[in-house]
């Protein structure tokens, strides 16, 4: 059915001149628009073109429509992955996402929704060239082998030099990487689009994309596009309809009840998307309309547009999604005050434009808060009502976590099997490493020194320790030595000037048994002592983690710094066989009624988590007290020559 297109899936050469029908215009998409395409495919018409023949039934033409609209979306599809080919799997950094093959998925099905090439184009370079820098690159901040040669640093460097260009660009196109990952750029880009859209705003609309433009440059341009384009809008008269009046004052303007998610005449006619870019399920438009008389028919000029989401109000923007004006204000507190609205909550595109509790002068604002304290914030709510499907619906969006649970410790923000698994989530190689050991996977040895480098003081101090602990066991050793090695033990006497005729095995003392290095004594006493050391430098490295986890990070940090507002301490418990992670509800509560256009906390948790903290300690304390070296003393005479014991 695919006959007119390449093997490459381009559109043959002269398809745009014969699109034009399709279009209603003259197509200057160069044959590369879905509907051009269709018309290659032949879809567009009485007949398949190209088969010399009219189409036979309606459904022949649909289920023809439907495979090439599907080869056509494959195809691009499968031309945007070949961006992210060569990207290896286990260095991609931290997410919250199974793999990279599902990370890579989502962030193309969120591309593909800006709809035109230079958009998304323009989205994946970004996404492509911060993943393969936090993969390869030694300044990236993600995850690296820390086996790494240098031969294959420099061999990774030439692939990305090859790919994304020369080193001296990979700081900045990292920052960009991080301004696109936040959800604030992805809400306001697609407020702009949608806005446009809806509204027609000729000027976002054919904005195309520089692929140099950084993100921040880009949403100022296009916030001074859809200024320029307000300044063109047409009257913004509604006709009346079939929504319902909640509230009717008697000035004759009334707050109108939207009973949908979004409303492309609300936003034509008040200069915003209508909720259009980003609704919710469960959303409700708020519409406060003032009567305006005109040829003896009345009509609405909306003023003010809330969102309204089972009882919290979201989104409350003006004209232009400015702020409301003070003249609104005694409107917006009769709506406060009825049992629509149960929260104020704000977020959405330029949550500082949101009406706030905090412009209404001292005195409306108390009587408000006496007739209803609820409405001072989440915490204010949840001390009255608890924690309601409204709280935990709150809670949920804004934490980032897949499932929540909620239990009376407090909030489940995450559960790990084992130490290694949390070391790894919140990429920190120290702990990783300390974990490795902790655990088993890596050998003790390497904590302590290992068995080849103990002294021979050492080893004197453990035989000390073993003669005064077992001086009847003691004595079995002085006579073994004294027999099997006595050409040694004359010959340390003679060297020490000591009378030979009068040497008999009590002679034998820790130091001479330890300087005599006999390999069956001194290498049974080194295990031990390297056991015991092992076991002491772990304790050290256990408690040092444990004082590094009881430190655990907080979401305060950042606001110590001068905003005000208290920590957000976590709490780790380890009781049982897994290391979960706790947040007290009522902090969570508090940390958004200090900041209400919060997002993922707990993305933002692990963000603020400071790696400075917990640095792998290569001074541990590696010397067992006497109680612990005696653990060893059977373990050391079950390798000494059974003659000796």
Sequence with gaps: MFTGFGQDGTPPSGIAQECGPCHGRGCRCGGRCLECREHAAGLHGAGIQGSGRPARTRFTRWRARVEARYRIVASRRARYLEMFKGLAEPAL??????????????????????????????????????????????????KRDPDLTAQGLETNLQLLKKRLGPESTYPAKLNEFTAVQSQKFWRDLQHFLGNAKTNGFTGVLDFKFPPDMKPHDLLDHLKRLEGADLEKSPARLLEPDDDEREITFP??????????????????????????????????????????????????????????????????????????????????????????????????????????????????????????????????????????DLIKTELNDRLGTTKPVWTDHGLLLDEFTD???????????????????????????????????????????????YQEAKPDHWKKIQAYVFQHHHDEILQKAEDGGLDLDALDATDIDAQWLAE????????????????????????????????????????????????????????????????????????????????????NLDDRVRDNYDQDKFHFPDNLDTSPDPKQLAEFFDWFEENLPKEAV
């Design 93 to 142: 950094p931290r997410q919250r996402l199974p793999s990279s093959k599902d990370l890579i998925k989502q962030v193309l099905d969120q591309a593909l929704t800006l709809e035109r090439e230079d958009r998304i184009m323009w989205y994946l370079r970004r996404w492509r060239d911060g993943l393969f820098l936090q993969a390869y690159w030694p300044g990236g901040a993600g």
């Design 251 to 388: 000035d004759g303007w009334a707050w109108w009840r939207l009973d949908r998610a979004s409303c492309r005449q609300e936003g034509q006619a008040m200069r915003h998307c209508g909720n259009t870019a980003s609704p919710r399920a469960g959303d409700q438009i708020l519409s406060l309309r003032e009567p305006v008389k005109r040829g003896g028919k009345t009509f609405w000029k909306p003023h003010a547009t809330f969102i309204l989401n089972n009882g919290t109000l979201g989104e409350m923007k003006g004209y232009g999604n400015q702020k409301p004006g003070a003249k609104l204000h005694p409107y917006i507190v009769k709506l406060l005050e009825s049992d629509l609205v149960k929260m104020v909550n704000g977020g959405g595109y330029a949550p500082d434009q949101n009406f706030a509790l905090s412009d209404l002068t001292a005195g409306p604002r108390d009587e408000l808060l006496k007739r209803k304290p609820a409405l001072a914030g989440l915490l204010a709510y949840y001390k009255i009502h608890g924690a309601d």
């Design 419 to 465: 130490l290694k698994s949390l070391a790894q989530a919140m990429n920190d190689d120290h702990l990783e490493n300390a974990a490795g050991f902790l655990e088993g996977d890596r050998d003790s040895d390497d904590l302590s020194g290992g068995y080849s480098d103990i002294p021979t003081y050492e080893v004197e101090a453990f035989y000390s320790q």
């Design 516 to 599: 005599l290095d006999l390999g069956e004594f001194n290498g049974a006493a080194k295990s031990a002592i390297s056991d015991a050391m092992n076991q002491a430098a772990e304790r050290d490295l256990s408690r040092r983690v444990e004082h590094h986890l009881a430190q655990w990070p907080d979401l305060g940090r950042a606001r110590r710094s001068g905003r005000g507002g208290s920590p957000l301490s976590l709490d780790i418990d380890h009781s049982g066989p897994a290391y979960r992670i706790f947040a007290p509800v009522e902090a969570l509560l508090a940390e958004l009624d200090h900041d209400p256009h919060a997002s």
